[in-house]
C-alpha cells in the first residue's frame, strides 16, 4: 500500500522514458525533483492468458494424424503432412499441426513454444458453462469457489496493486478474475477517460472537478481510487494510443482476438505495471461441418494462430518477460458427428509460448484412439490436468510456488515444460 | 447436447396434458406491525432519518419524496412498503407494450424464445425444414439466413428478445414501482439465490424465476423463497440437480439400469443449498451431509416442456403414461417440477443429525427445505447478508444477533427480520449514513428517480451497469454479486461511473431523458451559482451541501465558458418545453409578439438550464459521477 504512488510515479517516468509519452506529465515532474529514484519502473513479467471458449477440437489443431483409429473415427475431417490430407505440419512423426496455425509453427521449430496434449480438467462434465467455471475458478469439483485463479494468482504474487496490474481486454470481468484482488475489464483502453461525446473541453473541466471533489471525499476507498483513477489516466496517455504504430511488418488481423492482443501489447509496452493479462477468442464449438484445411474452423484457427504470432512479433524485445498461454474448456469427440462437426468431449490441446518456455515439444500422455482406450469409449481422455500446466507457468514465469492457495484442494504435481 | 434424461417404458398410456399455472403468491393481508425507528435516539433528525430509510429500502428519492415520506410518518411509509401492494399505474402503462414473455408459461416460452440451435430443431420437429438442410457451420451468413426464414415462418422469436424484456422490466419496476421496497428486495434475493443467463440450459427460465420463484416471496416466509427456487428450471438446471439421479430404486425399470451408466450423483445444488443458500460456509455441516442432501433430492427435476429435443421425447413419455400412474408410483408435479420417483434414491439418508428412514420419497426433499430453511446457521447466516445490504459491509454482532434471534423466534419470516433491523439503533447510527456504496444498478437506478427521467430505452441501463462492472443476470457465479465497496470501485469502474454521470446528465444515452428546468419548476436559476446550489439539493437531499458547494464553485465559472462555446457547438438543442403553453394554437396577442421577438434575439431563454450542454446539465453530470452520489 505505502508504494502504490512511488510506483505511479516511477511508472509514468518509465513511460517517458520509452518513448511513448507525448511530454512529461507535470506530477511526474514534481515526483522526479522531489524523489531518489531515477530509474526507470522495473519491468515485471507478464502472463497473457487466452480462452477459447467453445471447446476447441484439439484433435485437429494439433492431430495425432499417425494414430489409423482417428481416420477411422473421423474419415470426413481426418488430416495428415501429406500433400492430400491438409499438409500438417509435421512435429515429431505423431502429431501434426494444422496449416492455418503457420504463423505460430516457427516457434514451435525454435522451441520457444510447447503445446501440451491431452488436457482438461477431472471433472468430466461437458457443460460449456461448468466446464469453462471450474477451469477458471481453478477448482474443479467446487463451484462455489468465489475467486478466479488468476486473481489468486495477483494475491500470490503479492505485488503492490496498480491500476493496471490485470487487465481482460474483454467486456466483463472473466471468471477467472473474479475476487478480491483488484483487476480491470476494459474492451477498448481508448475508454480510459473522462469522457464528453464532442465536447472535449467541458471533459477536461469536468475531469478537473472530479480529480478535486474525489481527492476530498471522506470515503477511504473513494478517495483512494479516485486518486489512482486520475493517475491512470495521465499514464496511460490516450493519444500515444490511438497513434500507436505496431513493430515494423506486423499486421494484426481485424479480429477481436486481434485487437486485443494488440491493446495488450500497448499495455507492456508502456509499463504501467501490467502483469497478467486476458483475451477470449470465440467459435470454436463447432457441431456442424467445421471443415478442413479450409472451412470455419480452418478460418478460426488462422485467426487464432495469425494475431499471437502478430502479438509476438510486435513485443520485440519485451519477448523475454511475457508468457502467453491458451486454455479452452474441454475438447470434441473421436469421431466425427452427422453433421460434418464434432461434438463434446474431454482431452483438448493448449499452447503455451515464451522464451522461458522449453519448447518444440508436444507434452503428451495420450495413448491410442483405438475405442477401448476412449474415455466413455467416445473421447480422448483428460491425461494432463490442466492445473497441472497452469501451475508450472505460474510457478516459472510469475514465481508463484503456492499451489495450494492457487488450486486448493489440488495437490498434483506441476508438468515440467519451463526451463528452470 | 444434454444427455436424454428420460427414458420411460411405463407402457399405460392415458393421454393428458398439464398445463404450468404460475399463480402468485397469495397477497398478505393487511397486517399492520408496530415499529418503533430510534433514529432520534441515534442522533438523526426526522429528516435525515427519511433520507437514510429512502436511500436503503428504495431505490433512491424521487423528487419531493423525502418530504412526503416526512409528512406521512416514517413509520407509516414502511408499514406501507412492507405490505407491498400500491397500484403502479405508471409502472404498468410503461410495461404495457413489448412484454408478451411476462405474461406466459415456461412452456410457452421455451417454445417461442429459441436459440438459433433450438430453432433448427422445431424447424426439423414440425416439418418445416429437412435435416440435411441445415449442416451449414454455425455463424455464417448462409446458417443466420436460414435461421431467420424459419423463425419468421415458425413464429419463433430469438431468446435474446427474451433476455432484452428479462433485463428492461427489471430497470422499469426499479425505476417506476411505487413498491421500492418489493423491487430493492427482489434484486437481493434474486442475487442470493443467483442463477444466470450465462448458462445456456438455464437462460429461458430466468425471467419466470425471478417472476415466479424471487418476487412474490421477498417478504414471506424464507422457507418459501428456498422451496419455489428449488423447485424452479431455472435453478434445477443451473446447478444440475435436474441431473442428479440415483438408479438405485424399487422403481425404476431394471432393463434401463445398466444402459444409463453416464447418469448419477450430482452434488452441486446439495452443496450450494447448504453452502450459499442456507448455512453459510462455515454453518457446520459436513461433505457427508453434502452428499446426503443430494440423494434426498434426486429426482426432482423440471417437467419437459420443450417440443424439441431431449425435452421432447420425454414430455411424449410421460403423457403416454399418464397421470394416474406416475401418481400411482409415487411420481409428483406441481407446474413445472418433476419429481422422479424413479430417479430417485430410496436408502436411509442422515442429515445434519436427522434420520431419514428408507422410503421418504419427494416428502424427503421437503423435510430438508424446511429443516434448512430454520437452522441456527442459516438465521445467522441470511441476517448477516441482509444487515450487510441494508446497513454496512460490516455489520455489527449486535445487531446481527438481535436479528438471528428474531427470524428464529419467527420461523424465517422476512418481514419480522426487516422490522427488527431497523428497531435497533446500530440501523441509524451517524456513521454508518452513506457508508454504503451503490451498485452500479443502483446508481444508475437513484439518479434516474433523483431527475424524473423519461426512460424510453431501459437496455441502456443495462449497458451503462455492464461498463460499471454489473452485468446483471449474468453473473456466472452461484455466489452472486460480492455486495461490498471494494467489489464495486476500482480504476475501471469508477471512471464509468463518472462518464455515466455526464453522459445521463447531457442527455447523451439515447433513450433516456429528464428536463432539468422542469426539476426546479421551471425557474431559471438566477446565477450558475444558485443553479449548483438548487441542483445540488435536488439530487443529493439532505447531504451535507456546504462542502460539496464550496468545492464545485470555482469550477462552474469554468463550465460556464466551457458551455458557451458548447451551447454554439450544439446544433439543435432540444428546446425545452413548456407544455403548458402549447396547448392552444391561436393568434399572437401583442404582447406575446413581443415577447418572442424578444425572445428570438435572444436563443436561450434559459441560460443556465437549456440546451443539452447546459451548465446546469453539466453540474448535475458531475454531481451524479461525484463521490456524494456513489453513496447510499
Known amino acids: ?420 | 447436447m444434454q444427455p436424454l434424461r428420460f427414458i420411460k417404458v411405463f407402457s399405460i398410456g392415458a393421454f393428458f396434458t398439464i398445463i404450468s399455472a404460475f399463480t402468485p403468491a397469495p397477497q398478505p393481508g393487511a397486517v399492520m406491525f408496530k415499529i418503533h425507528l430510534p433514529y432520534a435516539k441515534a442522533g438523526l433528525t426526522r429528516q435525515q432519518a427519511a433520507a437514510h430509510l429512502l436511500n436503503r429500502f428504495s431505490f433512491g428519492a424521487t423528487p419531493g419524496e423525502l418530504d412526503a415520506v416526512v409528512s406521512m410518518g416514517l413509520e407509516n411509509w414502511l408499514q406501507e412498503q412492507l405490505q407491498a401492494s400500491l397500484p403502479d399505474e405508471e409502472l404498468n402503462k410503461r410495461m404495457a407494450n413489448g412484454y408478451d414473455a411476462l405474461a406466459m408459461s415456461n412452456a410457452q416460452i421455451v417454445n417461442t424464445y429459441v436459440r438459433p440451435d433450438q430453432a433448427l430443431q422445431i424447424g426439423v420437429a414440425r416439418k418445416l425444414i429437412r435435416r440435411d438442410s441445415i449442416m451449414v457451420a454455425a455463424n455464417t451468413a448462409e446458417y443466420r439466413m436460414i435461421v431467420r426464414t424459419l423463425m419468421d415462418s415458425a413464429s419463433l422469436k430469438p431468446v435474446i428478445e427474451l433476455h432484452r424484456q428479462l433485463i428492461n422490466q427489471k430497470v422499469l419496476c426499479a425505476a417506476y414501482s411505487n413498491n421500492q421496497l418489493k423491487e430493492v428486495l427482489t434484486d437481493f434475493w434474486f442475487n442470493h439465490f443467483n442463477v444466470s443467463l450465462t448458462k445456456n440450459q438455464s437462460q429461458q427460465f430466468v425471467l419466470t424465476y425471478e417472476r415466479d420463484a424471487i418476487r412474490p416471496n421477498v417478504l414471506g416466509r424464507f422457507s418459501n423463497l428456498l422451496e419455489a427456487t428449488a423447485k424452479h428450471p431455472a435453478m434445477l438446471e443451473y446447478l444440475d440437480n435436474a441431473s442428479s439421479v440415483s438408479n438405485d430404486n424399487s422403481v425404476a425399470n431394471p432393463r434401463l439400469k445398466a444402459q444409463k451408466k453416464n447418469e448419477g450423483l450430482n452434488e452441486n445444488y446439495a452443496r450450494e443449498i447448504m453452502e450459499l443458500h442456507t448455512m453459510g460456509v462455515d454453518g457446520g455441516y459436513t461433505q457427508k451431509d453434502v452428499t446426503e442432501v443430494a440423494r434426498a433430492l434426486t429426482g426432482w427435476t423440471l417437467y419437459p416442456n420443450s417440443e424439441y429435443g431431449a425435452g421432447s421425447a420425454q414430455r411424449k413419455m410421460l403423457e403416454r403414461v399418464g397421470l394416474n400412474t406416475l401418481q400411482q408410483r409415487g411420481f409428483v408435479i406441481q407446474g413445472d417440477f418433476l419429481y422422479r420417483a424413479d430417479k430417485h434414491d430410496q436408502g436411509e439418508k442422515n442429515i445434519l443429525g436427522h434420520v431419514f428412514p428408507a422410503g421418504g420419497g419427494y416428502e424427503e426433499g421437503m423435510r430438508v427445505i424446511e429443516l434448512l430453511s430454520i437452522h441456527p446457521a442459516t438465521a445467522a447466516f441470511i441476517c448477516k447478508k441482509l444487515a450487510t445490504r441494508f446497513v454496512s459491509d460490516t455489520p455489527s454482532v449486535d445487531l446481527v444477533r438481535k436479528m438471528t434471534a428474531v427470524f428464529m423466534k419467527s420461523k424465517g419470516d422476512i418481514r419480522q427480520v426487516l422490522i427488527a433491523m431497523v428497531e435497533q439503533v446500530d440501523f441509524w447510527k451517524p456513521a454508518l449514513t452513506h457508508e454504503k456504496i451503490k451498485s452500479p444498478f443502483e446508481l444508475v437506478i437513484s439518479a434516474i428517480r433523483a431527475t424524473h427521467a423519461d426512460v424510453q430505452d431501459p437496455f441502456q441501463v443495462f449497458n451503462w451497469c455492464a461498463r460499471m462492472g454489473q452485468r446483471f443476470y449474468y453473473y456466472q457465479a452461484p455466489t452472486g454479486f460480492p455486495d461490498n465497496a471494494a467489489f464495486w470501485i476500482n480504476t475501471g469502474s469508477l471512471l464509468n461511473r463518472m462518464n455515466f454521470g455526464l453522459a445521463f446528465a447531457t442527455q447523451k444515452i439515447p433513450g433516456i431523458r429528464m428536463n432539468w428546468a422542469q426539476l426546479n419548476n421551471n425557474h431559471e436559476p438566477e446565477s450558475v451559482e444558485q443553479a449548483l446550489t438548487v441542483f445540488s439539493n435536488i439530487l443529493l437531499p439532505e447531504r451535507n451541501q456546504e462542502q460539496n458547494i464550496k468545492r464545485l464553485l470555482p469550477l462552474v465559472k469554468d463550465v460556464r465558458i466551457g458551455a458557451k462555446i458548447a451551447a454554439a457547438a450544439d446544433k439543435a438543442p432540444p428546446p425545452v418545453k413548456d407544455e403548458t403553453n402549447m396547448a392552444e394554437d391561436r393568434p399572437l396577442k401583442k404582447q406575446e409578439r413581443k415577447a418572442l421577438a424578444k425572445n428570438s434575439r435572444k436563443p436561450l431563454q434559459m441560460p443556465y438550464t437549456a440546451g443539452i450542454n447546459s451548465p446546469v446539465a453539466q453540474v448535475a453530470g458531475i454531481i451524479i459521477g461525484s463521490p456524494e452520489f456513489q453513496r447510499k
Request: net charge neutral; charged share 20%.
Open chain 1, 1 to 420: 500500500m505505502t508504494n502504490r504512488r512511488a510506483f505511479m510515479k516511477s511508472g509514468a517516468m518509465a513511460l517517458f522514458a520509452t518513448g511513448l509519452g507525448g511530454g512529461l506529465p507535470a506530477f511526474v515532474a514534481r515526483a522526479a525533483q522531489s524523489q531518489k529514484f531515477l530509474q526507470p519502473y522495473k519491468k515485471s513479467k507478464v502472463l497473457v492468458c487466452i480462452f477459447q471458449r467453445g471447446a476447441m477440437d484439439g484433435l485437429m489443431a494439433v492431430s495425432p494424424y499417425a494414430d489409423p483409429a482417428l481416420k477411422a473415427a473421423r474419415p470426413g475431417l481426418y488430416m495428415s503432412p501429406a500433400a492430400t490430407e491438409g499438409q500438417l505440419f509435421d512435429l515429431d512423426g505423431r502429431f501434426g499441426l494444422h496449416p492455418a496455425l503457420d504463423g505460430l509453427y516457427p516457434y514451435f521449430s525454435e522451441k520457444r513454444m510447447a503445446i501440451v496434449h491431452g488436457v482438461g480438467s477431472p471433472n468430466n462434465t461437458r457443460s460449456h458453462f461448468d466446464a469453462q467455471d471450474y477451469m477458471e475458478s481453478g477448482t474443479p469439483f467446487s463451484k462455489s469457489t468465489s475467486s478466479g485463479w488468476l486473481n489468486r494468482a495477483i494475491g500470490l504474487m503479492g505485488h503492490d496493486a496498480t491500476p493496471f496490474r490485470a487487465v481482460s481486454v474483454t467486456n466483463a470481468l472473466p471468471r477467472s478474475f473474479y475476487g478480491q484482488e483488484e483487476s480491470l475489464a476494459i474492451s477498448n483502453l481508448q475508454d480510459f477517460a473522462i469522457q464528453m461525446r464532442g465536447n472535449p473541453m467541458a471533459a477536461g473541466l469536468a475531469a478537473k472537478s472530479f480529480e478535486e471533489l474525489y481527492d476530498q471525499t471522506s470515503s477511504s476507498i473513494l478517495n483512494r481510487t479516485g486518486k489512482e483513477s486520475f493517475e491512470a489516466i495521465k499514464m496511460l496517455n490516450l493519444n500515444s494510443i490511438r497513434n500507436y504504430k505496431a513493430a515494423d511488418g506486423v499486421v494484426y488481423p481485424a479480429s477481436p482476438l486481434g485487437n486485443a492482443l494488440k491493446q495488450i501489447a500497448i499495455l507492456i509496452k508502456m509499463n504501467v505495471g501490467l502483469e497478467l493479462a486476458f483475451a477470449e477468442s470465440g467459435g470454436w464449438d463447432t457441431h456442424f461441418n467445421q471443415g478442413t484445411a479450409n472451412g470455419a474452423f480452418a478460418r478460426n484457427l488462422k485467426d487464432f494462430g495469425d494475431s499471437i504470432a502478430a502479438f509476438w512479433k510486435d513485443l520485440g524485445a519485451y519477448q523475454d518477460d511475457v508468457t502467453l498461454m491458451t486454455m479452452t474448456e474441454f475438447g470434441r469427440t473421436v469421431k466425427q458427428n452427422g453433421t460434418g462437426g464434432t461434438d463434446h468431449g474431454r482431452g483438448s490441446c493448449l499452447f503455451v509460448l515464451g522464451n522461458d518456455v522449453q519448447g518444440g515439444t508436444v507434452y503428451n500422455k495420450v495413448s491410442s484412439l483405438a475405442k477401448e482406450e476412449l474415455e466413455d469409449g467416445r473421447d480422448l481422455p483428460v491425461s494432463t490436468d490442466f492445473r497441472s500446466v497452469f501451475s508450472s507457468v505460474a510457478g516459472t514465469h510469475l514465481m508463484i510456488n503456492n499451489n495450494r492457495a492457487l488450486f486448493p484442494g489440488w495437490d498434483g504435481t506441476p508438468l515440467l515444460l519451463m526451463k528452470a
